[in-house]
């Protein structure tokens, strides 16, 4: 499989320096609608393990919410170590099988590979067909410092097998509770990617709508094609955030092309709101809502844990789509019940890790839980290579 994402044409000749300082106002009016609509603070459940409505009202509405403080510092640690591991351990290059040190890279026997590229500060999916061409407009494309790689780790799939940390994530009581609340009893997975926006490299996720299949569907409303997580294990800035416009999940299958016209062509959309997090914040963010993220000219660096669940029916007899389209797989009772079990290994991953702590009752696998305890035989049959059976729609 081809693992670079190459951008659409050759970036124009702007600096980085100049793409952070053209940025400035935008950020300026951007946090300034962050801060007038609020919606962040603590996770909160009600005592029977809801979300608490006060905060399930404030996510439709807006179509997303920031958790604040989840996930804790001793946690976070655990989690940057394992990216860390991760990102050093990847291929040097689009086309190399070693790593920096000479090593083997992760990976090489999985059966998707867990590394993307791309050049630095590119935008390797806008204006492409690429992912059901959801991305229709290309963003900036700034020119890198001096002695910047020619390609860089984009994206990291596969946290739950490559980072045990990633796999004790997945079965967090309180994230679970929430896609619980916002999917229903019997919610299930989507998949996971891991954003790596390196300091002045990192490439831009051009405007778009996640989903891709229900936008004519009878049945469509505002949750059909469920909501993505992000976990961030370091502070995300106005230099290096996601962006989104919120109430956008609402309103249907948006122009993108031509709300990027209307501003004169320019990829600073009006009315988006920039997800400024401390490290430990959880975002959760409709998948319909328009977002993106502008190429990472700042010196921060951003490494977002994104993974994501819907509603069952809105998963169960439906085509494989965006990276996976190519399979052609249905998504059928077996597929749904094999990567669901990914959830409940984790739980128990967890457990065995913070025994104090309160265990997620995931419903699907209510009596089953023995057979999906943490081991290294789960391991083999429930986690390895599970990602060949996410739930893209
Ligand atoms: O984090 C980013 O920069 C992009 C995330 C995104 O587009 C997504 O989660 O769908």
Not at 16 to 35: E, F, P, Q
Not at 83 to 100: E, F, H, S, Y
Not at 243 to 250: A, D, E, T
Not at 338 to 362: G, L, T, W
Request: proline share 8%; glycine share 8%; charged share 20%.
């Amino acid at each position: 499989m081809n693992n670079v994402i190459e951008p659409v044409q050759a970036p124009p000749a702007f600096s980085r320096a100049d793409h952070a300082a053209g940025m400035s106002a935008y950020r300026a009016a951007g946090a300034a609608l962050a801060a007038a609509i609020g919606n962040r603070g603590p996770l909160r459940l009600t005592a029977d393990g809801q979300l608490h409505p006060d905060i399930q009202a404030a996510y439709w509405r807006h179509g997303y919410y920031i958790f604040e403080g989840v996930i804790d510092p001793a946690e976070v640690e655990a989690l940057r170590t394992d990216a860390q591991t991760m990102l050093a351990r990847a291929p040097t290059g689009p086309d190399a099988t070693t790593d920096a040190a000479g090593r083997p890279a992760l990976g090489l026997d999985y059966a998707r590979l867990p590394y993307r590229f791309t050049k630095p500060l590119a935008d390797p999916w806008g204006g492409t067909s690429q992912l059901n061409g959801r991305h229709p407009a290309q963003m900036a494309q700034p020119k890198p410092d001096a002695g910047a790689p020619e390609h860089v780790v984009f994206l990291m799939y596969s946290m739950c097998q490559s980072m045990p940390a990633g796999l004790r994530l997945y079965g967090h009581p309180k994230l679970l509770a929430a896609a619980q609340s916002i999917n229903g009893t019997d919610f299930v997975p989507f998949n996971d990617a891991i954003f790596v926006k390196q300091p002045g490299l990192g490439g831009s996720v051009a405007w778009h709508q996640d989903g891709v299949t229900h936008w004519n569907s009878p049945d469509w409303d505002e949750g059909i094609h469920g909501f993505n997580f992000q976990v961030q294990i370091y502070p995300t800035t106005l230099g290096n955030c996601l962006w989104v416009i919120p109430g956008s999940h609402k309103l249907g299958k948006a122009d993108i092309k031509a709300m990027v016209a209307a501003n004169g062509g320019s990829e600073q959309l009006p009315g988006a709101v920039p997800l400024v997090c401390a490290a430990g914040d959880v975002t959760m963010v409709n998948r319909q809502m328009v977002h993106g993220s502008f190429a990472n000219s700042s010196p921060d660096l951003r490494i977002s844990l994104t993974f994501g669940f819907h509603r069952r029916k809105s998963v169960l007899g439906q085509k494989a789509a965006l990276s996976i389209t190519d399979t052609n797989a249905t998504y059928d009772e077996q597929r749904i019940f094999d990567r669901s079990a990914v959830i409940q290994v984790a739980i128990d991953a967890r457990h065995q890790a913070f025994p104090q702590e309160p265990v997620f009752r995931y419903q699907p696998f209510t009596g089953l839980e023995d057979e999906f305890r943490f081991s290294p035989e789960t391991f083999d049959r429930v986690i390895r290579d599970y990602n060949t059976k996410d739930l893209a729609i």
